[in-house]
């Protein structure tokens, strides 16, 4: 049962295919009985780190952070080859071998023999297409010394198999023994004439010939300096005390890398929030964990000016082209010309693009590629209209857990351990926000010898709580002023009526009942709110809810003030 949960490779198996690969074509009576108990009894073996959930018609396993053996084979046989195409053949033999050593003996060893007769080929396969290609590798470095007796064994093993006897007789004409490499073709010549009726195939009779006449399909190649272009890395840094958002990461991962051959499955993420949430570093991280998913190269463009105003579509084009290598031009490019171009050169190429801080759709549209191989990550703060195949994220506050670790990550842990209540409390007036926590983090490291009691005294005061948020160049007020002058006027005018509710969790009634307001028009406000990062969003069992962010609330309270004194002074 676990050995067929794990090949799916977190696809749902249906209970009649659980039911062939357990029992064949005789199932017991009580067949659903038992299959319910031995996923039951797998769910107590396996832990909470590992899920198995019932999704009809039949079952699903997802592993989680763990590594499945076959499915890490398949990844380093994967890089080998992509070494080897790009030259680096030492690479290439040292991969492959890593993802050999991964076979402790013969797969599926103790399962009932109708899951084997339906799974075991194919992994006997790939194991046999890994070894062919490592001991091609080695033959190219010219190690033919050492693969002779291997390859003497393997052609034992699988006589039918023409590209190992094929390197066989390469090996032995390398070390000078040409006569030996011409009796072991013609003794595969006669086998696969008596057991197949058939002659050696194209490959093997090219080495064949290339034995009797020295050409270029026995000769090792002539290895000089090769010349390789790095795949592009344009990736921020990565924050080294990242905390949290395991469960979030954990989806991303499973589901960003490309699926084997060309399906058509998205792999494009919005990743989306209030301001200081950490969208870009939640990003960062996932693409950073993605990496070997994605060898073809990693890149990165902001898509807002350090004033605001969003970066054009031309401008962005063209940076990610040069870094592809495409020498294009910046003045007077064409954008369907640099589109064209874009798709073109990604189509086929296993890259990561991160798209941050996109402003709308009309500017997001013109970068995303068009084949299936590329991933795309996006952060925004609003929610982005119809993009096609994007998959929303929406990245919520950190716990009061989740906060003190990550100040626990920055801070002296002797700092936090002399005074736990005070950590405690600086972090919940962080209210959440990555932003405010790295914020505190910084303040509390510039002064060593200050007390977290001292700072944790002064966030407690709600009219200065916001004016310590800030330090070298990180802004609480300033990350939420740029969000409020995106608000057209009604939307910015209930904003800062919100605090009067003086509730951080409230109901469409309950506001329009205090606000007084008609709560059809209100409801679609507040949903705009939501969908610009301003407002948190809940189903309840009841009826819906908002939150308002503490920090949120506390720098709307300051709006309507100042609003006030304006209007005052008018």
């Given at each position: 049962m676990l050995a067929a949960l794990l090949l799916a490779r977190g696809r749902v198996v249906p209970d009649a295919q659980l039911s062939q690969l357990l029992w064949g074509w005789n199932p017991p009576i009580t067949v659903s009985a038992q299959i319910y108990t031995y996923i039951s009894r797998l769910r107590m073996r396996l832990g909470d780190g590992v899920?198995?959930?019932?999704?009809?018609?039949?079952?699903?396993?997802?592993?989680?952070?763990?590594?499945?053996?076959?499915?890490?084979?398949?990844?380093?046989?994967?890089?080998?080859?992509?070494?080897?195409?790009?030259?680096?053949?030492?690479?290439?033999?040292?991969?492959?071998?890593?993802?050999?050593?991964?076979?402790?003996?013969?797969?599926?060893?103790?399962?009932?023999?109708?899951?084997?007769?339906?799974?075991?080929?194919?992994?006997?396969?790939?194991?046999?297409?890994?070894?062919?290609?490592?001991?091609?590798?080695d033959l190219e470095l010219g190690r033919h010394p050492g693969l002779v007796p291997e390859l003497t064994s393997l052609v034992a093993e699988f006589p039918m198999r023409e590209r190992m006897r094929a390197q066989l007789m390469k090996a032995l004409y390398q070390g000078g023994r040409q006569a030996d490499a011409l009796t072991v073709y013609h003794a595969g010549r006669r086998f696969l004439a008596d057991e197949m009726g058939v002659d050696p195939g194209a490959e093997l009779t090219a080495v064949y010939q290339g034995v009797l006449s020295g050409g270029p399909a026995v000769t090792p190649p002539v290895r000089g300096a090769t010349t390789r272009t790095a795949p592009p890395s344009t990736l921020p840094e990565d924050v080294p005390d990242f905390t949290g958002r395991r469960t979030e990461l954990a989806e991303l991962r499973r589901l960003l890398p490309p699926s084997g051959g060309r399906s058509w499955h998205a792999r494009r993420f919005l990743v989306t929030g209030m301001p200081g949430i950490g969208k870009t570093a939640f990003a960062v991280r996932a693409a950073n964990e993605s990496l070997d998913a994605f060898p073809d190269g990693q890149l990165y463009v902001n898509l807002t000016h350090p004033d605001g105003r969003p970066v054009d579509p031309r401008e962005a084009l063209v940076g990610m082209l040069r870094s592809l290598g495409e020498p294009v031009g910046a003045a007077g490019s064409d954008l369907d010309e640099l589109v064209r171009l874009y798709r073109t050169r990604t189509v086929g190429q296993r890259v990561l693009i991160l798209l941050d801080n996109a402003v709308s759709e009309l500017q997001l549209s013109p970068l995303l590629p068009g084949a299936p191989e590329p991933g795309v990550l996006i952060t925004s703060q609003t929610i982005l209209g119809p993009v096609g195949g994007v998959h929303t994220r929406v990245l919520r506050p950190l716990g009061p857990q989740e906060s003190l670790q990550m100040l626990t990550a920055s801070v002296d842990p002797a700092r936090m351990a002399a005074e736990p209540q005070a950590a405690r409390d600086i972090a919940r007036y962080c209210a959440g926000l990555p932003l405010a926590i790295r914020i505190a983090a910084t303040r509390l490291a510039a002064r060593p010898s200050s007390s977290l009691r001292r700072l944790a005294d002064r966030l407690a005061d709600p009219g200065s709580r916001l004016r310590e948020l800030e330090v070298r160049g990180l802004s609480v007020p300033r990350s939420l002023e740029a969000s409020l002058s995106r608000l057209d006027r009604e939307e910015r005018g209930l904003l800062l009526l919100l605090p009067l509710l003086g509730e951080e969790v409230f109901s469409v009634r309950s506001a329009a009942r205090t606000l007084g307001l008609a709560a059809a028009p209100l409801e679609s406000a507040l949903e705009s709110l939501v969908d610009q990062g301003l407002l948190g969003f809940a189903e309840e069992p009841n009826a819906p809810v908002y939150r308002l962010n503490s920090l949120v609330r506390l720098f709307a309270e300051t709006g309507r003030y100042a609003c006030e004194v304006e209007q005052a002074a008018a």
């Open positions: 899920r198995i959930e019932r999704q009809l018609p039949g079952y699903v396993l997802d592993v989680g952070h763990a590594r499945i053996d076959f499915l890490e084979f398949e990844r380093l046989s994967r890089l080998g080859m992509e070494a080897r195409e790009a030259g680096d053949v030492e690479r290439s033999v040292a991969l492959l071998r890593d993802a050999l050593e991964l076979w402790r003996g013969p797969a599926l060893s103790n399962v009932t023999e109708f899951l084997a007769v339906s799974e075991l080929p194919r992994l006997e396969e790939a194991r046999a297409v890994t070894l062919e290609n490592r001991i091609a590798a």
